[in-house]
């Protein structure tokens, strides 16, 4: 990373005798990440060029300045986007579609920030997944942003919130407490939708090898427009609960996670309730990461994810291992194997299912670069 260190126009000035002056910086950092990939989607194969398989393409701006008694004034902007043709990642009219944020922070009190966020809830479940939760490879990403024909009212969560006010406290002999609340937010892709206010509220500890974490996150009603259907769909209230523990020892860190979503009941009468588009969904994994030396990693992970009141279920496995040339380059693969039963249509994010109860193989080899 390139750091920029300045006060007004570059410099700093001292102003006068008895007057603090604020020291600020600013970074600019970023990841560039392609990758070739072979799919067997339901019979269909096909290789192609993609980018972000182990993190996300981007480039951002953080930045700090100290304003004195310990208080800390901070922001990041952050873009994602696809390296192999140029285009943002995920939505096109986003800038920083990744993190817009703003606010003050103290060692003693915690933080304050607003604006675009990672949610609490996904910081409690990110150190439990052996493929971080990668937008475009990780199968708990896949199994978390599913959209089948039986939970299109059920809302998922996104990761990111915009519109956004987050509380961090510091930590506290290992524990770290999050609380966020955000207002409503209208986007245009990958589908036209309007999400209700949010809510979410976190707690993890860390510490002996041991991370333990559990979330709770609500979001209000909201509506979606979905092609083929006669109207806008309701996105009914969506409670998750997430709950993450690992433990590491030696070169192995043991990984679980665990989410369940249960919306409410959708309205009589209402689209959602004549279409049936409203189930619960649980999803867990199991994993291990394995560092088997100081360059190379070993990551594997089991899923099951199940649609409640259906026989739509997607059990997968995944397998991946990275090398790292230099502190910033490194080398990886991954090979992936899913199986949507009843009407499930889980993938890969950025993958469509051919057909219902169809399998998808999925190998691919990479390279990031850090700056």
């Known amino acids: 990373m390139r750091a920029i260190s300045r006060g007004i126009c570059g410099v700093t000035l001292a102003l006068a005798a008895g007057h603090a002056v604020a020291q ?3 970074t600019l950092y970023g990841v560039v990440d392609v990758f070739g990939q072979y799919l067997n989607n339901g019979g269909t194969h096909s290789f192609s060029e993609r980018s972000g398989g182990n993190s996300g393409s981007l480039f951002g701006f953080m930045g700090s300045e100290d304003l004195g008694g310990g208080l800390t004034a901070a922001f990041d902007l952050e873009s994602g986007f696809n390296v192999n043709n140029g285009t943002f990642f995920a939505d096109s009219n986003t800038l920083f579609y990744r993190q817009a944020w703003i606010g003050l922070s103290h060692a003693d009190f915690g933080s304050l920030t607003f604006g675009r966020q990672y949610q609490p809830s996904f910081k409690v479940v990110y150190p439990v997944d052996p493929f971080r939760i990668n937008e475009a490879i990780s199968p708990l990403a896949a199994a ?25 406290s510091p930590n506290l002999s290992g524990f770290t407490f999050n609380a966020m609340y955000a207002f409503s937010a209208t986007v245009t892709q990958p589908l036209p939708s309007t999400s209700g206010n949010f809510l979410d509220v976190s707690a993890t500890y860390s510490g002996y090898g041991l991370f333990a974490g559990f979330g709770y996150q609500y979001q209000h009603a909201g509506q979606l427009s979905f092609p083929g259907l006669p109207g806008r769909l309701d996105l ?5 609960y997430t709950g993450a523990l690992a433990y590491r020892f030696g070169i192995v860190n043991l990984q679980l996670a665990y989410l369940y979503v249960q919306p409410k009941d959708a309205a009589a009468g ?10 619960s969904v649980s999803i867990v994994e199991v994993g291990a990461t394995i560092q088997a030396t100081a360059q190379d990693a070993i990551q594997i992970a089991v899923i099951q994810r199940n649609v409640r009141g259906s026989h739509d279920n997607t ?11 230099t502190k910033r380059t490194s080398v990886y693969m991954r090979a992936g194997y899913m199986k949507n039963n009843g009407s499930a249509t889980t993938s890969w994010p950025g993958i469509t299912v051919t ?3 169809a399998s998808q193989t999925l190998v691919l080899m990479g ?5």
């Open 236 to 240: 009914v209230g969506t409670a998750h």
């Open 270 to 279: 209402s689209l959602a309730a004549r279409l049936g588009t409203a189930h």
């Open 367 to 371: 390279m990031t670069h850090r700056f």
């Open 315 to 325: 059990p997968g496995i995944q397998v991946g291992a990275e090398h790292n040339l």
């Open 24 to 26: 600020s910086s600013v």
């Open 355 to 357: 057909e219902p109860n």
């Open 144 to 168: 978390v942003l599913a959209i089948d024909r039986n939970t299109l009212s059920t809302q998922y969560a996104t990761g990111r919130t915009s519109n956004s006010i987050n509380y961090q």
